[in-house]
């Protein structure tokens, strides 16, 4: 059938391809972007691996028809960093030890910043609530949640000291 | 990749209905699409062509005028959880709540959980409760009918080929009225519901003047549940009537699922999330489950 004519931005670029309507956003960021930092896990949106934000909203990027997309925002790993910096979560999963096999780090990264943008200062529940949707199989989530704890802490503290 | 026939974006709703009307059942309504892209996906409905309601501003927005309340059916479950204007029916922000996880809630739909008719759906028991109509739209016109008669089955709904679900319409509870929802998952986030009940409670001069009970995942299709009403209609909130409504809820249960194998658990499971729901509405107080 007809190819859909996709525009969307990614990443802060706008990108336009022709896809077919089939796709899922999930693989037209992986297979035709070459974006492969999305994951995909169980594709029932059960287990969070493909999360992105789309329009500021986290999303499973493996239930979205690549034609929903159109005419929207996507951020997916890969747009988090800023001119080869890593985002303050990026760092805080590194400090924390928060990552080990992987798989679950790009979606949980983006959960937790889909959170934060929302609820800078979230508690402990807030933490476990925004990341409900994004399993983990190794860390046993308790270093995933101190690494957005920390995140969290140095954001307050920049916006502090912005504000001074 | 799915294979489908046909993929439509109307931008209007007229535009939508016609297409739909002259397909047959050839074309379907796509809303949030987080129960039907994984169905289709996985080769569990048939590949046709998808109408993707998304861009159509008639089906978005929640408002209120006097005691009324619309919601636009393509408003997603986050939307509804977050809503101002929803925060005098708490029952339906809860139930909104307790819906999968952050990424299906900003996704999924209120319209889509009606159309899609699960047993387990979380705010179609909500809406039960509330005696919330719909209205559905079609080449042909329009007319109104009650959520839960929209519902006729697992997965069986009464809408007619061609036709769309518009907004769902209520009136906001009576003064003195307090609401909540109350799920059973086997774990927090992401599970189906085993069980919701959904209550509205009215007092009048410390009695019970007008009570709305809802129970889901307990036979075909969320329901007002009378009999549990009555238990406590004219009565004074107390630890006693938390007692009988419980056993009484536990019977309903009992009745409703026969000779089901989960009703020995169903029937014990019930008195819990009604003691905590009660708990709470009388009292301030109790453990939310979910």
Same mark, same amino acid.
């Given at each position: 059938m007809e190819k859909f004519q &996709? +525009?969307? +931005?990614?990443?802060?670029?706008?990108?336009?391809?022709?896809?077919?309507?089939?796709?899922?956003?999930?693989d037209?960021?992986?297979?035709?972007?070459?974006?492969?930092?999305?994951?995909?896990?169980?594709?029932?949106g059960e287990c969070g691996a493909c999360s992105v934000i789309l329009d500021g909203e986290l999303v499973d990027s493996c &239930?979205?028809?690549?034609?929903?997309?159109?005419?929207?925002?996507?951020?997916?790993?890969?747009?988090?960093?800023?001119?080869?910096?890593?985002?303050?979560?990026q760092r805080a999963f590194l400090t924390a030890g928060a990552v080990q096999c992987g798989y679950c780090t790009p979606g949980m990264i983006l959960a937790a910043k889909a959170l934060l943008s929302r609820n800078p200062n979230p508690g402990r529940q807030e933490i476990a609530r925004g990341i409900s949707g994004n399993l983990c199989r190794c860390t046993g989530y308790a270093k995933i949640v101190k690494a957005v704890e920390l995140a969290a802490a140095?954001? @307050? @503290?920049?916006?502090?000291a912005a504000g001074v | 990749m799915l294979n489908l026939s046909a993929?439509? @974006?109307? +931008?209007?709703?007229?535009?939508?209905?016609?297409?739909?009307?002259?397909?047959?059942?050839?074309?379907?309504? &796509?809303?949030?699409?987080?129960?039907?892209?994984?169905?289709?996906? +996985?080769?569990e409905t048939e590949p046709l062509g998808l109408v993707d309601l998304s861009r159509i501003p008639e089906l978005r927005g929640i408002s209120r005028v006097d005691n009324q309340i619309r919601i636009g059916s393509l408003s997603t479950f986050g939307e509804i959880e977050n809503s101002p204007l929803l925060l005098a029916v708490p029952l &339906?922000?809860?139930a909104a709540a307790a819906v999968g996880s952050? @990424?299906?809630?900003?996704?999924?739909?209120?319209?889509?959980?009606?159309?899609?008719?699960?047993?387990?759906?979380?705010?179609?028991?909500?809406?039960?409760?509330?005696?919330?109509?719909?209205r559905l739209e079609s080449a042909a016109g329009s007319r109104s009918v009650q959520v839960s008669e929209l519902l006729c089955g697992v997965g069986q709904t009464k809408l007619l080929p061609g036709e769309?679900?518009?907004?769902?319409?209520?009136?906001?509870?009576?003064?003195?009225?307090?609401?909540?929802?109350?799920?059973?998952?086997?774990?927090?986030?992401?599970?189906?519901?085993?069980?919701?009940?959904?209550?509205?409670?009215?007092?009048?001069?410390?009695?019970?003047?007008?009570?709305?009970?809802?129970?889901?995942?307990?036979?075909?299709?969320?329901?007002?549940?009378?009999?549990?009403?009555?238990?406590?209609?004219?009565?004074?909130?107390?630890?006693?009537?938390?007692?009988?409504?419980?056993?009484?809820?536990?019977?309903?249960?009992?009745?409703?699922?026969?000779?089901?194998?989960?009703?020995?658990?169903?029937?014990?499971?019930?008195?819990?999330?009604?003691?905590d729901l009660l708990q709470r509405l009388f009292f301030g107080a109790g453990q939310v489950v979910g």
């Open positions: &996709l +525009k969307m +931005k990614v990443n802060g670029r706008t990108v336009t391809v022709a896809v077919e309507p089939g796709l899922r956003l999930l037209v960021l992986r297979d035709v972007l070459h974006l492969t930092g999305t994951k995909e896990g169980c594709g029932e &239930l979205v028809l690549a034609p929903q997309a159109h005419g929207k925002e996507v951020v997916t790993i890969e747009g988090i960093s800023r001119e080869g910096e890593l985002d303050a979560l140095e954001l @307050q @503290q920049k916006e502090g | 993929y439509h @974006q109307p +931008k209007s709703l007229p535009e939508a209905l016609a297409l739909l009307g002259s397909s047959g059942r050839a074309l379907r309504p &796509l809303a949030g699409g987080t129960d039907l892209v994984p169905a289709l996906t +996985k080769g &339906l922000r809860e952050p @990424q299906i809630r900003s996704q999924g739909t209120i319209g889509g959980n009606i159309a899609n008719a699960s047993p387990a759906a979380d705010t179609v028991t909500a809406l039960a409760a509330l005696d919330a109509v719909a769309v679900i518009k907004e769902i319409l209520f009136q906001v509870p009576p003064q003195g009225s307090r609401s909540g929802f109350v799920k059973l998952g086997r774990r927090k986030a992401l599970a189906i519901a085993r069980m919701n009940l959904a209550l509205v409670i009215t007092f009048e001069a410390g009695r019970i003047s007008r009570a709305r009970v809802a129970l889901g995942a307990v036979g075909p299709n969320p329901s007002r549940r009378p009999a549990l009403e009555l238990v406590l209609l004219g009565q004074e909130p107390s630890r006693t009537l938390i007692d009988e409504f419980a056993m009484a809820a536990s019977k309903e249960v009992g009745q409703m699922l026969g000779t089901r194998p989960s009703v020995s658990y169903k029937r014990e499971a019930v008195k819990g999330i009604a003691r």
